[in-house]
């Protein structure tokens, strides 16, 4: 694991590369930023799902649907 030092340097650089970019190529940094973004985020959900960590929510909301508090909209 790396020291938060070294990790605050990396974000320094980061930041300072983006600030360097023209506007396509912030544009094309954006689009991928925004994808890889969305799948780490997919990946934290799937994990969540295999560890049963959203079981209860989705029992609550079956709950909720047999019971007839649910709408479609």
Do not use: N, P
């Not at 190529?25 to 960590?53: K, M, P, S, Y």
Request: hydrophobic letters at 50%; one cysteine or more.
């Amino acid at each position: 694991m790396q020291s938060k030092l070294a990790i605050m340097g990396s974000v320094r650089e980061i930041e300072e590369a983006v600030l360097g970019l023209s506007e396509a190529e912030l544009a094309v940094f954006r689009t991928w930023f925004a994808e890889f973004d969305a799948a780490a985020w997919d990946r934290r959900i799937e994990d969540d799902v295999a560890a049963g960590r959203l079981d209860a929510l989705a029992d609550e909301a079956l709950d909720d649907l047999r019971a007839g508090r649910c709408t479609e909209r």
